[in-house]
């Protein structure tokens, strides 16, 4: 089962200093942060902002390939957790052909943003990432959710490209 998704805004790792991706259950209470690379997390934010650039960046040029082979982008899926590395799928539809694409996050995310689709994680991620936290570290993974959980739109708007 997927659960639809909403990205909640960009933020920085303050013990890795990494740029974390937050998603949030669109439905409900469901936090899923993401580490994505710096190059990613700049393509997400200049999204996010609506920040034009006086030349595609790449993620907008898949954009214009895809309108330009006419083909939709109908969501995209967080699909699995292995070995603390996230995978995803980008679904498109071209000619009434479905083709999927293997994906990792940052991208799919970057591209979602562009052509507003919906985003959804598989269930056994969210699950997975439970797991794995708890596993992990209890104490700092507990209070790292409810930190991530309790953040407002200030703490989000922290990421500096």
């Given amino acids: ?18 740029p974390i ?3 949030k259950d669109a439905n409900g209470d469901s936090v899923l942060p993401i580490w ?18 006086p030349r595609p960046m790449t993620h907008d040029l898949i954009k214009n390939l895809l309108t330009g082979l006419d083909t939709q982008v109908h969501k995209v899926v ?4 292995r070995e603390d590395t996230f995978f995803a799928v980008i679904w498109l539809e071209r000619e009434g052909r479905v083709i999927s694409i293997d994906s990792r996050p940052s991208d799919a995310l970057a591209l979602a943003l ?9 269930d056994d991620v969210l699950k997975t990432s439970k797991q794995a936290n708890s596993v992990n570290d209890r104490v700092s993974s507990e ?10 739109d200030e ?7």
Avoid at 7 to 18: A, C, E, F, K, Q
Avoid at 155 to 161: A, E, F, I, Q
């Fill in 78 to 81: 967080v699909t699995e957790l």
């Fill in 36 to 53: 994505v690379g710096v190059y990613e997390a700049n393509a997400i934010a200049l999204e996010i902002e609506k920040v034009t650039t």
């Fill in 1 to 18: 089962m997927e659960v639809e998704m909403r990205i909640r805004g960009l933020m920085m790792d303050p013990v890795t200093n990494m």
């Fill in 114 to 122: 562009r052509v507003d689709c919906p985003i959804y994680v598989d």
């Fill in 143 to 152: 209070e790292l959710r409810k930190w991530l959980e309790n953040l407002n």
């Fill in 21 to 23: 991706v937050i998603l």
């Fill in 155 to 161: 703490d989000l708007g922290r990421y500096k490209m």
